[in-house]
Each structure stands twice: as structure tokens, then as C-alpha cells.
């Protein structure tokens, strides 16, 4: 099964500290440039990979999705959803992406937030996913770009002239990638973003946008700190129609 | 139109030095993993953009291509293909593809090698390629890999364990990078991958697979220096349907 990280106590605390744990989409910087690549909300069954605190689900029910499933692999994130929000119209359940059972053709959207990253058999979850949606609907998700995960040391390195630079190294090399982020041992499953988008391809999707997700002029006069993420891709956002 | 850096006498003289240019296709390494998205030639009416010497145009032809138009900026490379082929089914002309004009309908396949790189407007010229490809059929290209092309210095830095790595600067800052290989100031056109796909998705192409090229372990073995290439995504490979 997938590595429950997110119930490891000094992950669950430090996660809980995050801007995006603490403020929802608001705190998520890409959460406009993903918003954009998703339906009218109106009337669709959503099902939503690696939930967490249920802020996406929640927003779906405000943006009158019809119905929510939630999913995640952490009983605590589920716990905190839950006291979240009392809407009979969301529900959520403990799964394991790893080995993910959906009913077929049950689903006109399915969304996931960051989660992709850390699922040794992506190829199973995305025949499983497609299995589960309807023609005509999508996939919309953020994943770590492979860029950001694949270094054998994540961190950058100013240059002999003073520039912030990302060290490359090992990209070819797909596999898990060991990192300590909140908590020690994270492990995470750097693939290709060829191979990202081939397994997609491969389980019947169409690629429909590819968005190495960058910081706007906004994003960075708000919160500087986000300047940095114009020197590397950071995070991916994908939209692919069944 | 686009910068003839292929008609400078320098570049021109360092270019034919090239393994690729003295071994024709054999001597490029990515070759076969770009030759497996091609269709079955026999009967094709192929155009080849940025033909060079024109190897492809004459392999093709070996394939039982119907016809092929090999393209190029350059008078000098198609001197040099003319010269190397009295094959009455190959025309080579001279074009820049900043300002394609193709007739309509009239090719089963289109095919670029490193070429696209130098293109400013990739959204016209892919939409012109499009408009000259039969419906079901393909464009497969190889282009320079973003994140070989964005860097400030793009050259290998030895981190402080000993190990090389691609130090990735100003990824999110699309437009001119100006290099010296073989020659002085050659102009490249620096996009993130996602706006490559996106001006593909956006011309009506449908993405059937994304390749980012590394050596395998019989590419080492017969030339150690590809080694580095594990490392980062040097060349793209891509092939989209009409």
C-alpha cells in the first residue's frame, strides 16, 4: 500500500501548518491555474484522489457539484474533513490509491491535488480512473514535477555569479526518490514527465494542457518567497479528457 | 525570418564535423527511439522540416516513401543533399519556417529533426502543418529539451559530493537564449514543455507520445560520453496526430 505518510504525527503536524492546510485553495498559489482547467461545476459527480482536509470538495459542493467522493489513505485527514463540513452531499472514504476500486462510468470528474507523486502503479490507477469515468469528462491534477523531485540533492545552489540555480541530476533514473519533508523518509516516485503523460496516454486519455505551474507577478507581490519557482517547474497540472 | 546560423562558415564547418552529420542517422543517438514513432513509410508523401544533408529524406525514400520534400533554411545544407541523391522522388527546396506556406492536404507524414528550436512562431508553423497533413496522420519531431535550453549557463557543474549536475535557472522565462555552439550568438527559442504541447493541442494535434530522450545501456557502452545524458532531459521526442 501507499506509504501513509500523512499519519506519521510530525508529518500530520507540519502539514497542518502549511499555508494550504491552513487557508484551503486560497493558500494553494497554483489553485487559479488549476481552477482554470476544470469544468462547470454544476451537476457533476466528483471524485477527488488524496482529499486531505476536504477543501476541493468542499468548494465543488459550493460550486453545486452534484455529488463528492473524498479519498484519502489517512484516517486522520478523513477525521478532519469530516468535522469539516456536515453536507450528506460529500462523502468521505478511506482508499488506497495503490489498489483503488471505483464503480464504472460513475464519475464526471476526477480531481487529485498533489497526490499522483507519491503511487508506485500509476498506470493501475489510471485505467481505474478512466474505468470509473464517463465520455466526454476529465481528469484535472497536480503532481511534483519530475524536475523537482528527480535530484539526488533537492536544493538549490547559488552559482560561481550569484544565481539560484536547480541541480539536475539522476532524471532518467525513474523510481523512488527518499526525502525528508515535514517528516523523514518521504517516499515519492519520480517518474519522467514523458512517461507521465505516455501512461495517460496509454489508459485511453487524451491530453488536453500541460502546465508547469509558475508563479504570476501578483503571486510574487503578494508573497516573494514564490520568486524562486520562475527559475525551475515546481509543480505540473494536467487536464486529460476520457 | 529565422537566424541562417546554418550558412555561417564557422558553424557550417563545425556542424559537418558533428557525429550526425558524418554518420547521417547512425550517428544520432536518438535516432531509434525516433524512427520507432514513425508510421510503416511505403506510400507516404513525406515533408521533412529543416532537412539538413538530408538523410531522413533519403532513408525515407530507402522506406519506400512515395515522395519527400525536404526543407531548409539553409542553401548550403541543401547543396549538399542535392548533391548526395539524383533521386527524382526527393525535392529539396529552400524554406523558412517562420513563414511556411504548404499546400493543403497533401502530406501523410511531417517530420523535423532539432529544427523546431530555432522557430519563433511554432503556433503558425504548427498550424500550417496541420493544414498541409491528411487527417490520421502524424508529425513526429525531436526538438532541444526545455530544460537543456533555459539555463543562464548552461553547462555541467560538479557538486560538492562529486556529482554533475544540470544547474536549471529562468525555466519559466520563455523566449531568446543566445549560445555559442559552433558558432557565436546561434539564437534558440526557449519554451516550457507545457507551452510546446499546448501550441500542439491548441493547432488540433492529438499528443500520441512524449519522449524524453536518454541513452540506454548499449548507447554507453559504445559511447561512454552519452553517459551524462542519464543525468537530464537533453531531447525531446514527440509525435502528435493529425
Known amino acids: 500500500m501507499t506509504q501513509n505518510i500523512y499519519d506519521d504525527p510530525d508529518f500530520f503536524e507540519g502539514y497542518g501548518q502549511l499555508g494550504r492546510s491552513r487557508f484551503g485553495l486560497a493558500g494553494?498559489?497554483?489553485?487559479?491555474a488549476l481552477r482554470a482547467l476544470l469544468p462547470e461545476m454544476r451537476d457533476l459527480r466528483v471524485v477527488d484522489l488524496g482529499c486531505?482536509?476536504?477543501?476541493?470538495?468542499?468548494?465543488?459542493?459550493?460550486?453545486?457539484?452534484?455529488?463528492?467522493?473524498?479519498?484519502?489513505?489517512?484516517?486522520?485527514?478523513?477525521?478532519?474533513?469530516r468535522s469539516s463540513s456536515e453536507d450528506p452531499a460529500i462523502c468521505y472514504e478511506r482508499a488506497d490509491l495503490e489498489r483503488l476500486v471505483l464503480p464504472e462510468g460513475s464519475f464526471d470528474l476526477a480531481?487529485?491535488?498533489l497526490a499522483f507523486h507519491y503511487v508506485q502503479d500509476l498506470a493501475g490507477l489510471f485505467?481505474?480512473?478512466?474505468?470509473?469515468l464517463v465520455p466526454g469528462s476529465r481528469l484535472v491534477f497536480s503532481i511534483e514535477h519530475p524536475i523537482y523531485m528527480a535530484p539526488t540533492n533537492p536544493g538549490w545552489v547559488i552559482d560561481g555569479e550569484g544565481r539560484k540555480t536547480w541541480p539536475i541530476d539522476g532524471y532518467q533514473m525513474e523510481g523512488p526518490r527518499v526525502t525528508d519533508w515535514l517528516a523523514k523518509g518521504v517516499i515519492?516516485?519520480?517518474?519522467?514527465?514523458?512517461?507521465?503523460?505516455?501512461?495517460?496516454?496509454g489508459s485511453g486519455f487524451r491530453i488536453a494542457?500541460?502546465?508547469?505551474?509558475?508563479?504570476?507577478?501578483?503571486?510574487?507581490?503578494?508573497?516573494?518567497?514564490?520568486?524562486e519557482e520562475r527559475e525551475r517547474p515546481m509543480m505540473l497540472l494536467v487536464a486529460a479528457e476520457r
Not at 485505467?127 to 470509473?132: F, T
Not at 515519492?188 to 496516454?201: A, D, P, S
Request: glycine share 8%.
Open 28 to 32: 494553494a498559489p497554483e489553485w487559479p
Open 52 to 81: 486531505g482536509y476536504g477543501w476541493f470538495c468542499r468548494w465543488a459542493r459550493e460550486n453545486n457539484a452534484s455529488t463528492v467522493l473524498g479519498l484519502d489513505v489517512s484516517e486522520k485527514m478523513l477525521e478532519r474533513a
Open 111 to 113: 480531481y487529485s491535488s
Open 127 to 132: 485505467a481505474e480512473v478512466y474505468r470509473a
Open 188 to 201: 515519492k516516485q519520480h517518474r519522467t514527465l514523458g512517461t507521465l503523460l505516455n501512461l495517460l496516454i
Open 209 to 227: 494542457h500541460v502546465e508547469e505551474w509558475g508563479p504570476t507577478d501578483e503571486d510574487i507581490a503578494a508573497m516573494p518567497a514564490l520568486g
